[in-house]
Nanobody
Framework: QLVESGGGSVQAGGSLRLSCAFS????????MGWFRQAPGKEREGVAT???????TYANFAKGRFTISKDRSNNTLHLHMNSLKPEDTAMYYC????????????????WGQGTQVTVS
């Protein structure tokens, strides 16, 4: 089970922190990631966090977004700074066993999404 929260409406240049609470079956060996989908567009990867702590970011996210995991309460975060109108999308948390992957189809578990709107 993955449950996202933290979305909302923010002005350009603002910040948001998305959270994803995950169940215990998401083992420490799993890769977790954030994806987003804007209306009329395909779902795209934002950031991934491997079980080894390695992070990867989409070009548009580099320098602005940070993915992290709080193991004490099984929560994945996405800190987003300097938000732009083009960041407006539904943001999804996902998990997969094994190494990092950038394709959404490689992820077996998904949350319901949280909406981010930047104006």
């Amino acid at each position: 089970q993955l449950v996202e929260s933290g979305g909302g409406s923010v002005q350009a240049g603002g910040s948001l922190r998305l959270s994803c609470a995950f169940s215990g079956y998401i083992y420490s060996t799993y890769t977790m990631g954030w994806f987003r989908q804007a209306p009329g567009k395909e779902r795209e990867g934002v950031a991934t966090l491997g079980s080894d702590g390695k992070t990867t970011y989409a070009n548009f996210a580099k320098g602005r977004f940070t993915i992290s995991k709080d193991r004490s309460n099984n929560t994945l975060h996405l800190h987003m700074n300097s938000l732009k109108p083009e960041d407006t999308a539904m943001y999804y948390c996902a998990a997969r066993p094994g190494p990092c992957a950038w394709q959404s189809g490689a992820y077996m578990s998904w949350g319901q999404g949280t909406q981010v709107t930047v104006s």
